[in-house]
């Protein structure tokens, strides 16, 4: 990406994160929007998205990508790693060599499951504004020492304006809306993964391609990505919307 190609995703990166006060706000696409500025503008492999709910416990939001969104899936479940230091702590976390003896010793089933993923560095940034910490975002890298410190804080900047456009748009629900809200974006994870299910299956490929291809489809056409997926489960988009032009059968 050259200078200016940067400059302008950073600046609609930050306009992008600050507008939540819209009609059809949904939480799980606004992430989505998140973790792929984070992927364009820092030199990370991927990212994903916890969140903490009105009880106090993490749940697994989103990610961008399949083996990712395992890994958040296993921090919850193992009630280890990175996400939940990140929040407990209120503070970011790592980066972290995820290939010393230490910190399989800190996070061992995480840091198995991160290793076997072929990542080898992590790091926590929090959702956070002032002393309300919201969720954290995971940042995984290929290489040890591939998380330098200036992407991180740039990845900080954009998880604070995150959490801003996040918080105003609850200072506009009632309370049963903002207890709601979470909930909302677990439905819509689920539909997600199911649509991601039907089109790999359809199309024969995996889900990771498979999401992409949604991802893509729903950014090129300016719609949600909950909406998008909810017609594809519910057989309101064909496969072939999606397949490329290798996918398609070649007349004679």
Request: overall charge negative; some cysteine; aromatic content about 4%.
């Amino acid at each position: 990406m050259v200078r200016w190609e940067r400059e302008e995703r950073l600046a609609r990166a930050f306009l992008e994160l600050a507008d939540t006060l819209v009609e059809g706000f949904y939480l799980v696409d606004f992430l989505h929007v998140l973790t792929e500025h984070m992927l364009a503008l820092l030199d990370v492999s991927a990212t994903g998205v916890v969140m903490v709910d009105a009880q106090g416990r993490l749940v697994d939001v989103t990610a961008s990508t399949h083996t990712a969104h395992q890994l958040e899936e296993a921090q919850v479940e193992f009630d280890e790693g990175p996400s939940r230091d990140c929040c407990r702590q209120q503070e970011q976390v790592g980066p972290v060599d995820l290939t010393r003896s230490d910190t399989a010793v800190r996070w061992p089933r995480f840091t198995k499951a991160a290793r076997t993923a072929g990542y080898a560095a992590v790091a926590a940034i929090p959702l956070r504004l002032r002393e309300e910490v919201i969720g954290a975002v995971n940042v995984f890298h290929g290489s040890p020492a591939g998380l330098h410190p200036a992407s991180l804080r740039l990845g900080q900047a954009l998880a604070d304006a995150a959490t801003i456009g996040i918080l105003h748009q609850r200072l506009a629900q009632d309370q049963a809306e903002r207890v709601g809200q979470l909930q909302t974006a677990l439905n819509s994870r689920i539909i997600i993964e199911q649509a991601k299910g039907a089109l790999g299956a359809s199309l024969n490929i995996p889900p990771d391609a498979a999401f992409q291809r949604l991802r893509a489809h729903a950014r090129d056409n300016r719609t949600s990505l909950t909406r998008l997926c909810q017609l594809v489960v519910e057989g309101g988009v064909s496969a072939g919307t999606f397949a490329a032009s290798q996918d398609r059968p070649h007349r004679s």
